[in-house]
């Protein structure tokens, strides 16, 4: 099952690679690591998506309705949806994701491109042994600006788990991706919430076993250096 469920993480990013835009070596403008390091016991995140845009868009927001490609992405681990809309935007500058998913107590690294209004980078991805849950953050770039305040080329944020609303938590292996479950692609049809709220963790009312995949406080920790 674990099997399963890594392959249809590595479906999704094979399609985002298949369609998003622009590569990242063809835009001018100043490159930032954007580091992902997943502080959770056990909870497996999808592939992350790196985005640098400007100050008018958000990937959601707090008592709202999730997107439908957020919603794809909280429920399946797929970002393509999400990276392709977003790369589309006149106020995205750059789209990037990770070629896979990221391992408890493990970190990967994007290097995204920012130019000129674009200051802000947002990431995300799934906590894939849940129905509905993914991580957040948003995170304003060390620009020149910046820089000569006497920052840090370096800024850092932790990142907590948000529940998309989009699908009901019955914990279920029924509607689970992630390990021990391997079940994407099938959806909860009970009626969930409707609006997306700061998560409240695993609960043992299903499959899903309290001590390996609860998590308390921040699910992740974001750092975003200046490379030049």
């Not at 970002?79 to 750059?94: C, G, I, M, N, R």
């Not at 107590?105 to 995204?112: D, H, K, M, Q, R």
């Not at 305040?149 to 800024?155: A, H, I, K, L, P």
């Not at 409707?194 to 750092?223: K, L, S």
Request: charged share 20%.
């Amino acid at each position: 099952m674990i099997r399963k469920s890594q392959m249809i993480l590595s479906i999704a990013v094979f399609s985002l690679f298949s369609l998003v835009g622009v590569a990242q070596d063809e835009l001018p403008g100043t490159k930032y690591r954007v580091t992902i390091t997943n502080v959770t016991k056990a909870q497996i995140f999808s592939p992350p998506v790196a985005t640098v845009h400007y100050r008018d868009i958000q990937l959601f927001q707090l008592g709202q309705p999730a997107s439908g490609t957020l919603a794809e992405m909280a429920e399946e681990g797929n970002a393509a949806p999400l990276a392709e809309e977003w790369a589309a935007h006149d106020s995205v500058y750059d789209v990037q994701v990770s070629e896979g998913p990221v391992m408890p107590g493990a970190s990967i690294t994007l290097e995204v491109t920012a130019a000129g209004r674009f200051n802000y980078i947002s990431v995300a991805g799934m906590l894939v042994t849940t129905n509905d849950a993914f991580f957040a953050a948003t995170l304003r770039r060390p620009n020149d600006q910046f820089l000569k305040t006497g920052f840090s080329s370096v800024v850092y944020s932790d990142a907590h788990a948000y529940d998309a609303g989009t699908e009901f938590n019955s914990e279920s292996c029924d509607y689970i991706p992630g390990p021990p479950c391997g079940n994407g692609g099938a959806h909860d049809p009970t009626e969930a919430e409707g609006y997306v709220y700061v998560h409240n963790g695993v609960h043992g009312i299903g499959d899903i076993a309290v001590e390996n995949y609860d998590w308390r406080g921040p699910v992740a920790r974001i750092t975003v250096e200046r490379v030049d």
